[in-house]
């Protein structure tokens, strides 16, 4: 009897330990803290990596730092730009991870050959991607699906800082103060940057407008287009086209039309149609959490601070 009772409570010890207390079957997990937030920092994470595990993990190391460190939180008018700024660290040591991953792999060439052609992006080895590879058809689609919703063709001709800046002004509807805490930069440089990129955006609506048209058999070739006005627009496409828009005075008239209604070019701002969001995966964010602590290594490490409790950006570090 002794003895089944010792097996009991340590059975029971066990399992506080690991989860802090015994849980109860059928037992929702609590709401999240952050919870009017969620999609938006999921939908940034993703846009960033592109691969929804590597999203979900990374947003529930996120969740656990701000968990953690609760005293660094900014008040009510400020948080939200801060979930954004730790989302936005979260994402650069993640790509940093993947980076020195892939450096240490192409130095272990001599590895033999089924073994890298098993390696897995990041150098991770194939069997990482177990889960993956087995996922259901559906899932996969649906997540292409997914990915497929944060495309935005008007800004193909965007610098990559342009384009962050962009993301977060209009698809996350963040203020140039907002924009520049979780950027680490001036409300001056933000404001410059969301202004000239504003100006590309308005130069790519034109080219597809003119692309729109269908007068110009030049532009019919330039985007092989077949009648039907579908165009996946790439940057080098977009090039052209802005350029042939230039040049050609036909195009550059249509042009012309149709934004004669419309501000000068920067001027107008970017208040368009709101950008969808990618619903954060809850089920899959608590185990993330939990998997989060000191043992995690990197990822699960706190970032450094600036006055205001805003994580630095890691380039800034030796400053």
Known sequence: MNSSNQAHSSARTGAHRAHGRTPHEGEQPPPF????????????????????????????????????????????????????????????????????????????????????????????????????????LDVSAYRRTELARLAWPEAAG??????????????????????????????????????????EV???????????????????????????????????????????VDDCPRCRRAAERVGAAGPWPGSGGLNSAALPLVPAPRTALHPAIQRTGPGRGRSGSAPRVDRTGFPMDPKDRAA
């Open 33 to 136: 803290r952050h919870e009017p937030y969620l999609d938006g920092l999921f939908t940034y994470c993703l846009s960033v990596l592109c691969d929804h595990d590597t999203a979900t993990d990374v947003l529930g190391d996120v969740l656990a730092v701000a968990e953690r460190h609760p005293g660094r939180c900014p008040d009510e008018g400020d948080r939200r730009a801060w979930l954004y700024a730790l989302a936005r660290w979260g994402c650069l040591h993640r790509l940093a991870d993947q980076r020195r991953a892939r450096q240490g792999a192409h130095s272990a060439r001599r590895a033999p050959e089924h073994m890298e052609r098993d390696r897995a992006p990041g150098g991770d080895t194939g069997s990482e991607r177990g889960p993956e590879a087995h996922r259901p």
């Open 158 to 199: 965007t610098t990559p800082e342009q384009r962050e800046a962009l993301e977060l002004a209009v698809r996350h509807r963040l203020g140039v103060p907002e924009l520049a805490a979780v950027l680490g930069t001036p409300a001056a440089a933000a404001r410059e940057l969301l202004s000239g990129a504003a100006c």
């Open 202 to 244: 308005e130069r790519t609506r034109a080219a597809l407008a003119v692309v729109e048209t269908g007068n110009c058999p030049s532009v019919s070739r330039l985007t092989g287009d077949d009648g039907d006005g579908n165009v996946l627009l790439s940057s080098t496409l977009r090039a052209e086209l802005v350029r042939h």
